[in-house]
Every structure is written in C-alpha cells, then in structure tokens.
C-alpha cells in the first residue's frame, strides 16, 4: 500500500508541476529505501547500469555535431525558397527524421527552430505550420534506431538488468523505420490543413506591419518632458512606433492627441518594435517602468533572443523581480509570450510558467552563457541567425560513422562505442572539455538513474504483477495483440502525463509482468514501450522537443491534439501491426 501511495503522489507531483520529474523521481526512491521497500542495491542499481552513462557519452556526441553547424547549411538547402506548403514540409522534415535516427533529437530541433522561423517568415508563411511537424519529425526519427533517443537506451539498459539481451544498434528498425515514413507522409498531407495560422514570439519583433508590441515609459518628476505637450515632446514623430494612450492616476486618457500636456508619473504606452525602443529610451525625461530589472537599451553590443523556460527551470512560479532576473541573467525581458498570446501586464510581476517564451535583450554572449543551463529549453538569437563556426565537421561526422559500425557490427558494445565517441571528440578538438561537460544534461542523467529504483520498487512489491493481471483480464477477449495494445496504451497516457523516459521505467516491470501472465515473449512489449514512450505527440509537455517549439510556434495546448491524435493512432496501428509480424507473439 505504501508503494501504491508513493506512485501516486511522484505522478501527481509531476503532472501538477509541483516537482521537476528527477526530484519527484529521487524523492519517491529515497522514500522507498528509508521504508524498507527497496534495498540500497536496488535504489542505486541505475548508477551501475549502462543507459545513464551511454546517454551522457551521446549528450558529447551530439553537442559535437551541433558545434560543426552542419545541419545548418543542409537545412538552408532543402528549404530553398520554393514556394508550396507541403513541398517546403516535406524537405524539411526528411533529412530532420533522418538525422535524429543517429543524434539526440533535441540540440537538433534547438538549431533548427530559429532557421526554419526565419525561412517562414521569408516566405510569408507561419511558422506554426513548421515547428510542430519539427518536433515530430524529429521523434519519429529518434524510434529507428537505438541511439535514436534516450528512452530507447533506457529500455535496452533494463532488458539488460532483467537478464536479457539488450537492444541491437538497428533492431527496432523494422517496426521504426516504416512508422517513420508513415508518419512524415501524415504530417506531410495533414499538418497544413490541422495546424492553424499562429503568431510565433517572434513575430513581434519582425513584422512590422503588425505593430503589436507594447512598452510602458514613464514621464520623470520635474524632468524634461514634465508639462509638455504630446507634441512639444516629440512623442507624434516616433519612427515605427506610436503613443496609445497614457494612464494617469489610475484613469487612461485616450486617444493621446498632440495637445494632451504630460506630467510627472504619468504612464505612457506605447505600441510597435522592440528594434525601436531604442529611440525611446534616448528621449531625456522618459524611463521605462520595467527599470527594476532593465538594462541600459542602447549599448551596440545587444541584441534581441527569445528563450524558452523549461519544465526545470528555477523561474517556473516565480517573478523576474523574485529572481532578480536583471542581475542573474544580464537581460531584459520585454515581452512575455504564453499559450501564442503575448501577456499584457506589467512584466515584473508576471509568475512565469514552463514552456513561456521570453523576448530578451542583451548582449551577444546570452546564448553561450545559458543555452546549456536547466533554465532554458532553447535560447536563440533573433533577427537571423548566423551559421556556426564549423569546426572539423569531416573528423565529427567520420567519428559518428565510426561509432555506428563498431555497435552494429558488434566489433563494440554500446557503452564503449558511445564513451569512446565522446572521447575522441575531445581528444579531436570538435569540442573543448568545458563545452563537453556542458553538453551533458546531468538532470535526466540522475532521472533516468533514479527511475531504476522505482521500477525495482514495482516488481518487488508487486503492484506491477497486480496491474498486469489486469491487462491481461481486459485484453482477453482480443489476445496477445491486446494486451501489447494495452501496455502501449498505459505507456503513451504517461507519457504525455510526466516524461517519456520516467514513464518507460514506470510501464517496463508492468510490460514484462504481463508478458509472463499471458505466457508471451517479453521482447516485444520492451519494444513497444520503447517506441511508444519515444512518440509523443498528444501534448506540449510530454517530450522536451515539443516544449522548445510551443512559444516560438505561438501554439495553444489544444494545436498538439489537433496534430497529434493522428499520429498517436498511426503509432497505436503500428504497434498492433508491425511488433507481432516481426516478433510474434
């Protein structure tokens, strides 16, 4: 009973955002150990296994690859500047799926997302209709092969802790690889008619016609512009921005004509681009109300970044005055975007959320600074990006060859192919130690290591035999195909619900239970977890990919339903489908 407690309350905390995943994660494991549930061996057996340490060693692998900007000019090449909506999607999303089949699907999507914003607006279209089909593409890719994602080693590593074989370097290929191609012709053909016309973050500070933005100045007491006229002041003449209204002792005074005289306190607001802020900023007698974090506007060496705050990140619930984020971050926030709106309220005391995007401006080193930090999912510069600095990119890709042959000719397990990759990336100058020990996202490292306790907690207590019966009894009147139905059910509902690799752990002891209830082969229901748990498309949240696009896409929650109800059928058809042909069960 004790056990069944502990599992709901790490659900409910991570659905609910009250704990990061690895905290309600680590928490509910400590709480098994001090209750005898589990013993210190079982608590720690993730720290042995090989899946952490794989998943580090391919952080280095993939950070090499990002570094070498390859991806970059490939992308600008297959985008081109052809006009067609699906012909455009098509030549994305290929070489992305293709990619994230041998590198971590997400520094993939966080160096894509600001170019294929920018080819959008080129082209005049929405980057609504591209981002979430990114995403996507991206995890399909990922279920082709088993460095494809970090729920795929996962798996492998638990079937190697249950006494099986672990996950071949290409053996979910067979059900992958035809789900994959399924899947991109779907987002092909469905993505342009499901995904509507949404305002990404961006937007707002390139489009000038849509003049959207919105900045609060302030006339100082006794200073320049205290008692002038609108128009003395020069506030009529503005280039590319103009005066709205203007509060005054809690009453708006509007249209704010060229006669209305201004005083000290009164609170201008002010409509257009964030490029123009700056000729506000200049006027003597005018500060802006955001002072207490802002930094001074007209240093030539800022510029303007959007960034995403993660389901981790220390902001989540807190305001920037709370963090003090002028002090901390070395930037301004001047717009706040949430669920494809742009928040109207004064910025210092809006309690950010994960999955906001923030408008920012500072200086050029922002994104070195903070894009490998828990904090943010993606930082990106805006007003184009500029390709990176290609650094031995012919020495990276051979070591990422290298790597897949030694695995998938067996010459090399997946652990010293990985760590040796990581090695020779270092030792190659791809990457410095610094950037190397950066790559590594060391909070789904301890995530995935605790998630090993919790699943030794459910064999051992037996709730994952209880819950199997269950299956089992549900499914009987379909059979085997039912039951694997089932467990890809229960995999996909967790996954959406906390994250895919806490909930591949979670459903693992359930899939092998009800594999041995119903007397069937245990391999193929570890492959369907793998590859259900890799495949989320139902939400924003379930998968830190689908995150990174939601503010820069200006998606509402429900868009991910829109797209992903067809793709989580497809992959529900070919579970029932593909995994039974090639297994048998």
Not at 92 to 106: E, K
Not at 371 to 395: A, E, H, I, K, Q
Not at 461 to 484: C, F, H, K, Q, R
Request: glycine content about 10%; aromatic content about 6%; overall charge neutral.
């Amino acid at each position: 009973m004790f056990t069944v407690v502990v599992l709901v309350a790490t659900v409910a905390a991570m659905v609910r955002d009250v704990l990061s995943p690895t905290g309600a994660i680590v928490g509910a494991v400590v709480a098994l150990l001090l209750a005898g549930v589990v013993t210190p061996q079982e608590a720690l057996s993730g720290f042995s296994n090989p899946a952490p340490m794989i998943v580090a060693a391919l952080y280095i692998v993939a950070r090499a690859a990002e570094q070498t900007g390859a991806l970059q000019p490939l992308v600008r090449r297959t985008l081109g500047s052809r006009p067609g909506n699906r012909a455009g999607l098509a030549r994305l999303l290929a070489p992305v799926a293709g990619a994230s089949a041998f590198l971590n699907n997400t520094p993939i999507v966080a160096m894509l997302t600001p170019l294929v914003s920018d080819w959008a607006h080129q082209q005049g279209r929405p980057p609504s209709w591209y981002l979430m089909p990114l995403s996507f593409a991206a995890l399909l890719g990922g279920t082709i092969t088993l460095v494809g994602t970090s729920t795929n080693i996962v798996v492998s590593g638990l079937l190697q802790e249950a006494g099986m074989e672990p996950l071949r370097m290409f053996e979910l290929t067979p059900v992958g690889l035809p789900f994959a191609i399924c899947g991109l012709f779907v987002l092909v053909l469905a993505a342009p008619m499901l995904l509507p016309d949404r305002r990404g973050s961006r937007q707002d500070l390139e489009e000038r016609e849509r003049r959207e933005f919105v900045f609060r100045m302030e006339i100082d007491r006794g200073g320049a512009l205290d008692g002038e006229t609108v128009e003395n002041a020069g506030l009529r003449r503005l280039s590319g921005m103009f005066l709205a209204e203007i509060e005054r002792e809690g009453e708006i005074v509007t249209p704010a004509r060229p006669d209305i005289r201004l005083y000290g306190g009164d609170r201008l607001i002010f409509v257009g681009m964030a490029d123009d802020v700056l000729d506000l900023q200049k006027i003597r007698g005018l500060t802006s109300t955001e002072r207490e974090h802002a930094l001074a506007f007209d240093q030539p060496n800022h510029t303007f970044f959007e960034a995403v705050v993660s389901t981790t990140s220390m902001l989540a619930g807190k305001t920037l005055k709370d963090v003090g984020f002028r002090g901390r971050y070395q930037a301004v926030v001047l717009a706040i975007h949430r669920s494809g709106e742009r928040i109207h309220a004064q910025l210092g005391g809006v309690r950010m959320r994960h999955g906001d995007t923030l408008l920012l401006l500072a200086d050029e080193g922002f994104v070195e600074r903070w894009r490998d930090r828990s904090d943010f999912l993606l930082v990106s510069r805006l007003g184009g990006t500029p390709l990176s600095s290609p650094r031995r990119p012919t020495y990276v890709i051979g070591v990422i060859l290298a790597m897949i042959l030694a695995v998938s000719t067996g010459l090399l397990p997946m652990l010293n192919a990985a760590l040796f990759a990581a090695l020779l990336m270092v030792a190659g100058r791809a990457l410095t130690p610094t950037d190397a020990r950066q790559a590594v996202d060391l909070d789904v490292i301890v995530l995935i290591a605790a998630a090993f306790g919790l699943g030794a907690a459910m064999r051992s207590s037996g709730i994952a035999d209880i819950l199997a019966t269950g299956i089992v009894e549900t499914s009987i009147m379909v059979g085997p195909v039912g039951a694997l139905l089932g467990i890809a059910v229960v995999t996909m509902v967790l996954t959406e619900l906390i994250t895919n690799n806490a909930a591949a752990v979670l459903v693992f002891p359930i899939a092998m239970s009800t594999a041995a209830a119903a007397g069937l082969d245990p391999r193929p229901f570890a492959v369907t977890v793998a590859i259900v748990a890799s495949a989320s498309f139902l939400t924003p949240v379930g998968y830190q990919t689908n995150t990174m696009v939601y503010g820069p896409g200006g998606y509402r929650f429900l868009d991910y339903l829109r797209l992903g109800m067809p793709m989580s059928i497809l992959v529900l058809l070919t579970v029932g489908l593909i995994v039974p042909a090639i297994w048998g069960l």
